[in-house]
């Protein structure tokens, strides 16, 4: 039977991606699948009960389901300042990891591939071995959040057969393929690549030296520590402007590239925004948090976030959830002016969000949700939606401001912050929709949690192959009903039919036999729409003794 790669390089003999020559392309991308496959086998084998020809059917990945994207090699003559770094958002985190002093010379900290992983750094200089001629980033799940691992390859040209299996790379005649991992993680991988012949599926090519890759390779849990999960960004080695030379290979035969959100020119940092440079850009419009929270009254507020770190991981199917969401919550009777939405860059904001912040701020982001949960009898039901690319320890990415390709202290929002800023909230009820990657993270730990007791974890995700993977990812908002919550919906009831969540219940149930606004459910006779506009949607007004006696404490 023929291979369905041999299919998919018939299929590739009309392929002209731009500035890299088609059979170039189709080396990379054949060899590249192959590797992920054999990567996704081993997973199976190793992390679940399933046979091998189950497994290999849950690794086939045929190429129409993968978005590709590749950088330009230059010629084989063109020096070491024409080669190029991959930089991760978090190459480098605050975990200490790295040296501080050094942090300034690491600003872009590059991946490492497999052997090299196991080094340590020369600072402060770049060593040779951290550029290369090009990269390849295949991308199997190109309909999820970023978030996911993502098989990030190194090309090198002119490299000897002897130094590609040095580098645990796949020799490809002309180049040498090497599969890259993040850089300092913890438990690296220690697996060996074969050549190509052994990838091709056929018998024991998924063996190595004799021996099971089963047997060979790291755990799943320590393997997930090195995955790439975002698309890094590719720059010329010497470029003090950071452009992003990977470009998204738009082609029929591969999954169709992502549209993307025009953001503007990334070419100004908002730190370059001065007073006398009163430029659209730069303009800010101040968020006057403190009017938010008026006396005697209470209403319901809601804060949706979702960053997107970058132009080409911000996608306008993430402006279309914050529509939708937002629309949501205004037939749900929230007030415009208690609806606040932080979006992307600090450059443009789409039309379709007028009155959108940008996610840059985070400062601005976290004061909000501070003083709407410290302020006494402010809130009744608090909705926080989250939409931004995350890190597999829950951190939600918001906007590189800096282009510098790492998420900054300022530029990601951890799962520790969000729990700090809702510790003890003073709202009635404290809903958080979460419409992301690795919200288990945060699912733990609210369940054990004795500070934030009225807070509710309402998680639009599916499993992806939890026996092989154990990773969870956002659902598009075509497999999610939250566009549908009406002003009469219980959540109790809409919980309850979700797939799994029954049994997460127990401790919230009577924070959620309610609707949205905090309307009882099945009230009898039941309410109507003017009851509750009156008593339960936006805001209602307090008798001053109530007032006074929360104010007080006194029940």
């Known amino acids: 039977m023929t291979h369905p790669l041999l299919i998919f390089i018939l299929h590739l003999a009309a392929l002209m991606a731009e500035g890299v020559p088609q059979a170039q392309l189709e080396r990379w991308v054949r060899s590249g699948l192959q590797s992920l496959e054999w990567d996704r086998l081993d997973r199976c084998l190793r992390a679940s009960s399933h046979s091998e020809t189950e497994c290999r059917r849950f690794a086939h990945l045929p190429p129409s389901a993968v978005a590709v994207y590749t950088s330009e090699p230059q010629p084989a003559t063109a020096g070491a300042a024409d080669k190029v770094l991959a930089i991760l958002p978090d190459s480098y985190s605050s975990s200490g990891m790295i040296s501080s002093k050094f942090r300034s010379a690491f600003s872009m900290g590059p991946l490492v591939n497999k052997r090299e992983s196991r080094h340590r750094y020369q600072p402060p200089a770049f060593p040779a071995s951290m550029s290369h001629d090009a990269v390849l980033v295949l991308d199997p799940n190109p309909g999820e959040n970023f978030g996911h691992p ?5 090309v090198d040209l002119n490299v000897t057969k002897k130094r590609c299996a040095h ?38 090519g998924w063996l190595v030296g004799g021996a099971s890759r089963k047997d060979t390779f790291s755990s799943p849990v320590s393997g997930r520590l090195c995955e790439v999960h975002f698309l890094p960004l590719v720059v010329r080695v010497g470029d003090s402007n950071r452009t992003q030379r990977l470009k998204c290979v738009d082609h029929t035969d591969f999954s169709r590239c992502p549209q993307l959100v025009p953001i503007g020119s990334p070419s100004l940092p908002i730190s370059s925004c001065e007073l006398n440079k009163n430029t659209r850009r730069c ?10 929270c008026r006396l005697y009254q209470t209403c319901d507020h809601a804060v949706l976030i979702s960053g997107g770190w970058r132009q080409q991981m911000t996608f306008q199917r993430h402006v279309q959830n914050l529509q939708r969401f937002y629309r949501m919550l205004r037939m749900n009777g929230f007030h415009k002016d208690h609806v606040k939405t932080f979006f992307a860059s600090s450059g443009h904001i789409p039309e379709e969000l007028e009155g959108a912040y940008s996610a840059t701020e985070k400062a601005v ?28 320890d829950g ?14 202290l300022k530029e990601r929002y951890s799962v520790n ?36 007791l009225n807070v509710v974890l309402i998680q639009n995700q599916k499993l992806l192959n939890q026996n092989y993977q154990n990773h969870r990812v956002a659902m598009s908002w075509e497999d999610s009903s939250w566009g549908h919550l009406g002003p009469s919906t219980c959540l109790l009831d809409y919980l309850e039919k979700s ?11 009577n924070l ?44």
């Not at 993502?150 to 190194?154: E, I, N, S, T």
């Not at 890259?180 to 990838?199: F, M, S, V």
């Not at 951190?395 to 900054?408: C, E, F, P, Q, V």
């Open 150 to 154: 993502v098989a990030l390859f190194y």
């Open 365 to 392: 982001i976290r004061n909000h949700v501070s003083y709407v949960c410290r302020k006494q009898h402010c809130a009744d039901s608090l909705v926080l939606y989250l939409n931004s690319p995350t890190r597999s």
């Open 395 to 408: 951190t939600m990415l918001l906007w590189d401001a800096n282009l510098n390709g790492i998420a900054d």
């Open 499 to 509: 797939a799994g969540a029954s049994h997460l219940l127990d401790r919230w149930a």
């Open 167 to 204: 580098l645990d790379g796949i020799y490809l005649g002309e180049e040498c393929l090497t599969q890259a991992l993040k850089g300092r993680c913890q438990n690296q991988l220690k697996r060996r690549q074969a050549g190509p012949e052994r990838l091709m599926g056929h018998g024991h």
């Open 512 to 555: 959620l036999n309610i609707t949205l606004a905090g309307a009882p459910c099945n009230a009898t006779p039941p309410l109507t729409d003017s009851e509750m506009r009156r008593w339960y949607q936006g805001c209602q007004n307090l008798p001053t003794a109530l007032w006074h006696r929360k104010y007080r404490g006194i029940n």
């Open 417 to 452: 912050e969000l729990l700090t800023d809702l510790a003890g909230c003073r709202a009635t009820r404290v809903l958080l929709f979460v419409d992301q990657s690795y919200s288990g993270v945060l699912s733990k730990r609210l369940r054990g949690s004795q500070k934030h």
């Open 283 to 292: 303009h800010q419009q101040p968020l006057a948090t403190h009017l938010s």
